[in-house]
């Protein structure tokens, strides 16, 4: 219970101080996430929506695939990226291995089969009640995808804050890639997973707070604007 | 084409980096140990100040960060297990090592003690109890520098600690810390780095029970990365990094770091081997 309310204590103090170390680290894993997000959004959600629509041989085994991709466990994701990377590997010439850019290849990796199942979920089931409506227009599945993605925008939005809150509380993947090194790759995750091995389980816990924190605020900011635009729309 | 604009669009997404990231830098492969001990938040930012260059570390076990190097994507490693450094060397993946500081290991364990070892000045002999007891005993078990003194004591001692493995001896392939974690949580005995030691938090029942065998020395080496093998390696960087942590400027800088007064580390560099 000490331990409990010391690590709440320390989560104030982080955020009242403005601890400058801590707010680096925020703001890194903010941008990975953030940049591997609109990563996956651009090729996940058009991948979504084309599978919704089109009908094609081996189409289901692709959505089977992708589901089962969803389940990709991180350090095995993170172990392929390495080894792409590493300068042993294909593409090490990139000189990316243990950079920012190596965590948001991982981190998209891992989320771009999300937005693409969850949003194939979701546009499908937009589509059964469009199609007829769409097709009198004659417009075949690749024109019926931007329209799909526009007018299911809202129920998207829930996809990628599944895909952010995903990409955001990761570790495995991105301590493998990026190394975890102070000022320059350290997120918050890889910090917790430091101050843990450290034994400093209040600052562990206390940096923990500070992140849920963080994206409980992206909820309800997307929330929020979602809101906002469903009744201008409405 | 799509490649180069692929990886310049990675990099300027948001990579534009913090204020501190530099120009000019090595990637420093090196141990949890002087990583945590606080050791390179000491000297690294003197050596950055002194030749502009920045240290970027990844910090592993010493088994890990000789494999970071063999792939090349180190520029220098700063490890500690004198064999596997020699072995590195031989394959070709570096060199020459040059050894830089030491400290030492110490016996950790429950402040119950079942073993009855505390206070024992020969290691061995507390290892052979530890073993006759069947007492809880963490192992890293990750190929960390650690991990290879750890089996080098027990082959001295004459026992083979892998016949009571899931039993007394419970190897868990972690860190220095979460090995220490571990024996916190199960009242086992185990064997660690005393700077990691000293800065560990979370001991509940741990305490320091044995040190100060000859045997428990525990040496570090530098060695940079052949770029023969591995043309992106940043020789003259490197070799910066070298000249320095083995010359003056850094043996002191080594010699300046303390916790609570208690000098760390202690540099004694010598010529290439």
């Known amino acids: 219970m000490q331990d409990l309310g010391s690590a709440f204590m320390a989560a104030i103090a982080l955020v009242r101080d403005g601890d400058a170390g801590m707010l680096a680290i925020l703001g890194l894993s903010l941008r990975v996430s953030l940049a591997a997000l609109g990563i996956a959004a651009v090729v996940g959600l058009p991948l979504g929506a084309l599978l919704a629509v089109a009908r094609f041989p081996g189409r289901r085994a692709v959505v089977v695939a992708l589901n089962a ?21 294909p593409l090490g010439h990139w000189g990316l291995l243990f950079t920012p850019g190596a965590m948001v290849i991982a981190q998209a990796v891992l989320i771009t089969p999300i937005l693409a199942a969850l949003s194939r979920g979701v546009l499908e089931a937009l589509w059964e009640e469009y199609a007829e409506a769409l097709r009198s227009f004659g417009a075949g599945p690749w024109r019926a995808v931007p329209t799909l993605l526009w007018d299911g925008r809202f ?10 809150g995903r990409a955001s509380a990761e570790v495995g993947a991105v301590i493998l890639v990026g190394g975890n090194i102070e000022g320059f790759t350290r997120t918050m995750t890889t910090a917790i997973a430091l101050e843990t091995s450290k034994g400093d389980l209040p600052l562990a816990l206390a940096l923990g707070l500070v992140l849920m924190v963080i994206v409980l605020g992206v909820n309800a900011l997307a929330q929020g604007l979602r809101d906002v635009a469903l009744r201008r729309a409405g | 084409m799509v490649r180069r604009h692929l990886r310049r669009g990675l990099l300027l997404a948001g990579f534009a980096l913090p ?50 190097g063999r792939r090349g994507d180190a520029d220098a490693l700063l490890v500690h297990d004198r064999a596997a450094e020699e072995r590195f060397v031989a394959e070709g993946h570096g060199g020459p090592r040059r050894q830089v500081m030491y400290n030492d290991f110490v016996l950790i364990g429950p402040a119950a003690d079942p073993a009855g070892i505390a206070g024992m000045r020969d290691v061995g002999e507390a290892l052979r109890q530890i073993a006759a007891r069947r007492a809880p005993f963490v192992s890293r078990g990750d190929r960390s520098g650690t991990h290879a003194a750890e089996l080098r004591l027990w082959q001295e001692a004459g026992i083979d600690p892998v016949r009571g493995r899931g039993q007394w001896y419970r190897e868990i392939g972690q860190g220095m810390g979460p090995a220490l974690n571990t024996a916190a949580a199960q009242e086992a005995y185990l064997l660690s780095d005393r700077g990691t030691w000293l800065a560990f938090r979370n001991r509940q029942a741990l305490k320091l029970l044995v040190e100060g065998d000859a045997r428990l020395l525990n040496q570090y080496g530098v060695l940079a990365v052949s770029p023969q093998r591995h043309p992106g390696v940043k020789v003259k960087e490197a070799q910066a990094f070298i000249d320095w942590i083995t010359g003056a400027a850094g043996q002191a800088a080594i010699a300046g770091y303390r916790i609570n007064g208690e000098q760390l580390f202690f540099p004694n560099a010598a010529p290439p081997n």
């Open chain 1, 155 to 164: 129920a998207l939005l829930t996809v990628l804050l599944a895909g952010f």
């Open chain 1, 69 to 89: 991709l969803m389940g990709l466990p991180p350090v095995v994701a993170g172990l392929l990226i390495y080894l792409l990377l590493s300068r042993s590997g």
């Open chain 2, 19 to 68: 204020a501190a990231a530099q120009e000019r830098f090595i990637t420093l492969a090196s141990t949890t140990s002087t990583e945590q001990s606080g050791l390179f938040g000491h000297i690294l930012p003197i050596f950055t100040r002194d030749t502009g260059i920045g240290v970027r570390v990844v910090a592993l076990g010493t088994g890990q960060a000789l494999d970071v």
